[in-house]
């Protein structure tokens, strides 16, 4: 290995110890602490709407200005147009484990340990964090054993370049200078620096779509482009909102003020949570779906703004505001779903007007009786969300050809025939916490949400597509005359995780004449809901 300063350019991947970084950096850590408490001001955000790209186009259908945000230079001025934006060279780009020991203030400390470490013979980094410098030590490749490593933490601690609390971090190192170079008309010009696009009169463009606030070009942890799109939080929901739940053919502004808080939340809560790639959030369903301006609704925009700053919170804290489309009758614990801790907010729910009435909450009994694409559409007395969404009741059958077929695709092997399939266990909302496939080949498990992926349906187009929820029945299709099974049928109902707010059933309940507030607490137990900032 080569012996190395922290001259580079480089980005962080963290991994899962970044709790540990935390304490040895003397903080305390607590889920969203970034936006944890009230803010004065609406803050801004960061939407990487091109999150990786060796070229892209930026402007504007007005006059524009792209700056080198390292110089302050102008570098393209147009009208009307966009600018080609490419990358055309890139520079070396290398995953490693690397040691991270310590985190000092002193920089007589840093300067002492890099002496004693290269001294050694060891490749060192020091990355700058808060008011000091963490020390990271050693360069491993991802594929090294943890043999090895643990070998090598042992050598470096009897050294005294470490401690007992040292850990190993996953760095991504990028060595040399990525350029990019613009081309607007016979205009060319080239930077190593990321770039600002800013229209003063008209919305900012990328890749051709219209945008609120300023787009920025940069570069993401794998050394290629990533567009981003900077804006206030509130214009940012005027994007997600009619995008996640549209105002046609839902247009109760109760549920779409219930789901700008929900999206305000989520996005408060994860400031920076993709922060090793320049920016704060996706614009898609990984976090929530954002189609910048040309995606917005007065509808939707006057429930943003009848909502502004307004936020659910539990003990103080912004709450994850996970939701879905539709819950199937019955909302999810996120513990049934994931493989997380019991969240107290997080708690299934009946998605019908009159509690547990089973003539309005299918228990799994009336579930699987009335599960046909129609059934319960017409309990109008209860379920919130039936009249809504065609997906609150589906159903799918395979054969034994595509069973094998969609099996042996996610297992990675061939499992052969399928001569039974089982749910092992429930949950007390009606889903499958754990599927068991016998087949010819061996016996198959899965759990939770990831039941979904191993149990895809094939699509009209051949695709083969996660299943729409894990509250389901499954049978074998018996052919009467031979008595043999001929495929699997599965009785569903839902669409989506099921935890949290149910999208349609927010509409149901707005409909139904139920307020925000209520739309909300009903969905997220025990929760405030509160002004962050004006």
Avoid at 61 to 67: A, C, D, L, M, N
Avoid at 227 to 247: A, D, F, H, M, T
Avoid at 337 to 364: C, F, H, K, M
Avoid at 411 to 435: A, F, K
Wanted: charged residues 20%; contains cysteine; glycine residues 10%.
């Amino acid at each position: 290995m080569n012996q190395k300063r922290t001259t580079h350019t480089w980005s962080l991947v963290l991994t899962g110890v970044l709790i540990c970084a935390l304490i040895l950096s003397g903080l305390q850590w607590t889920p969203g602490a970034a936006a944890q408490t009230l803010v004065q001001e609406e803050p801004d955000i960061r939407i990487g709407v091109i999150p990786a790209t060796e070229a892209l186009t930026v402007g504007s259908s007005g006059p524009y200005q792209i700056v080198d945000m390292e110089t302050g230079d102008v570098l393209v001025e147009g009208e009307n147009s966009e600018t080609t934006v490419e990358l055309s060279s890139t520079a070396s780009i290398e995953t490693s484990y690397m040691l991270q020991v310590a985190y000092t203030t002193s920089k007589a400390y840093v300067d002492d340990w890099l002496d004693r470490a290269e001294l050694a013979g060891h490749p060192t980094y020091v990355e700058p964090y808060l008011d000091g410098w963490r020390l990271l030590i050693g360069q491993f490749p991802t594929d090294a054993s943890w043999g090895d490593r643990v070998a090598f933490r042992d050598e470096i601690i009897a050294q005294g370049l470490g401690g007992s609390d040292s850990f190993w971090r996953t760095m991504t190192i990028s060595e040399g200078e990525s350029q990019i170079e613009l081309k607007l008309g016979e205009t060319a010009v080239s930077t190593t620096h990321p770039l600002r696009v800013t229209a003063h009169s008209e919305k900012v463009t990328m890749n051709g779509q219209r945008y609120r606030g300023e787009v920025e070009v940069a570069f993401n942890s794998s050394g290629t482009l990533v567009g981003i799109n900077e804006l206030p939080i509130e214009e940012y929901l005027y994007g997600v909102v009619p995008r996640e739940l549209p105002p046609v053919p839902y247009g109760e502004i109760e549920a779409l003020k219930a789901q700008a808080i929900a999206a305000r939340t989520y996005a408060l809560s994860n400031l920076g949570k993709r922060s090793q790639d320049g920016y704060d959030l996706l614009p898609t369903p990984s976090d929530q779906v954002y189609g910048g301006y040309e995606s917005e609704h007065p509808l939707s925009t006057q429930a943003v703004q009848e909502s502004r700053g307004v936020v659910a919170t539990y003990d103080g804290q912004l709450i994850t505001t996970v939701y879905s489309s539709t819950s199937g009758g019955y909302t999810a614990n996120n513990e049934d779903v994931w493989s997380t801790g019991e969240v107290p907010y997080l708690r299934g729910v009946p998605d019908a007007e009159r509690g547990q009435a089973i003539d309005n909450v299918p228990s799994l009994d009336v579930f699987k009786n009335h599960a046909n694409p129609t059934s319960l559409r017409a309990e109008k007395d209860g379920d919130y969300e039936s009249d809504w969404s065609r997906y609150h009741r589906w159903t799918y059958e395979w054969t034994m050809d595509e069973i094998t077929e969609v099996l042996s695709d996610y297992y990675n092997q061939d499992v052969g025939e399928v001569y039974d399939i089982n749910v092992t266990d429930r949950s007390n909302s009606g889903r499958v916490l754990e599927i068991e496939f016998v087949t010819e080949n061996g016996t198959f498990y899965e759990q939770k949400d990831r039941v979904r992926w191993a149990l895809k349906y094939v699509n009209s187009s051949g695709t083969h597509s996660v299943l729409r929820s894990t509250l389901f029945y499954i049978e074998p299709v018996i052919d009467r005359p031979s008595k043999e099974t001929v495929g699997f049928v599965t009785y569903g109902g839902g669409w989506g995780h099921g935890v949290g707010m149910a999208q349609t059933g927010a509409v149901g309940m707005a409909e139904k004449g139920y307020t925000v507030e209520e739309i909300l607490k009903h969905y997220y137990r025990g929760i405030d809901i509160e002004q962050w900032y004006e």
